[in-house]
């Protein structure tokens, strides 16, 4: 039986992909094990799925000055021993690796044990942990051509894995869920797994004008919801959607979302009209600017800096994409149709320890 190990973790950008892998992996037989963090929000993901879960010491690699940043090279020290023993334990036959902090420990103790790694990069860049996980890696998967000037002769474009779920959503189910009664369009609104403030903010300074046109649907994040607004008609909060979240696509004509790799792939995979906010410079290496960019460029969305977001732009571009869905979706359809599951599938059979 062939063995894999999946690691990633920090965000469910880091986890979705490996979850979209999972029922082709089972489906061909592997024994399939996971390594993350021993409290992020990957633990309650891969649980769910009836995964071997194991959780390791991980710092976090920050581009700021913090203390903690005196702590973190003994927690990823720590993280090196704990993933070594896992792995020696487990002998895979190979490591497969989207990204985040946890990962740095895992890949570099397969290098160590001379286990094969796979690793994806969603991002138009690099991230600094998949920078240094690179140096062990046999092949770098990535999402974007332009991201292949970036990675070398290791860089293999496959696109993003998504998971075959979100295709087989119900809009009458979505409608039920969401306990909508009026027939509008709908709004779907998420601001990432963590949620952001200024998005959730903003959205709810203009609900009241958006709610004349749209139902509006709003991820808004873990503890974010806004107990006050829990009677307004048309409007449904929830902190985060798991096995839901296909019907809720299906019922989505428009969506508001930052600009997460994995996030774009599904909303190109799923054709929704959509309006970008990235996240800015301030609260991140400026990545999302960059997936932003590109889809603006190919006309698969509008974007709007996070700087420049107030309750009128928001609304004029929400309505602005609307009013022209059909050009977003026509766009979207002349898009790459293959999925990326099956590539990065390939390349991590092809890279196997026999």
Known sequence: MMKIVLTGGGTAGHVTPNIALLPLLRAEGWEINYIGSKAGIEKELIEAENIAYYGISSGKLRRYLSFENLKDPFKVIKGLGDAYKILKEIDPNIVFSKGGYVTVPVVMAAKMLKIPVVIHESDMTPGLANKIASKGAKKICVNFPETLKYVGKKGVLTG?????????????????????TIGKPTLLVMGGSLGSVKVNSVLREALDQLLVTYNVVHICGKTNLDETLKEKKGYTQFEYVGMELSHIFALTDIMLSRAGANSLAEIVALKIPNVLIPLSKQASRGDQILNADSMVKRGYSEAIQEEELDVNILINTINKVYNNKDFYRNSMISANKLSGTEKVLKEIKEHCKI
């Open 160 to 180: 993003t894995p998504i998971r075959k779920e979100l295709f087989q959503g119900n809009r009458a189910k979505g409608k039920s869920i969401c306990e909508f």
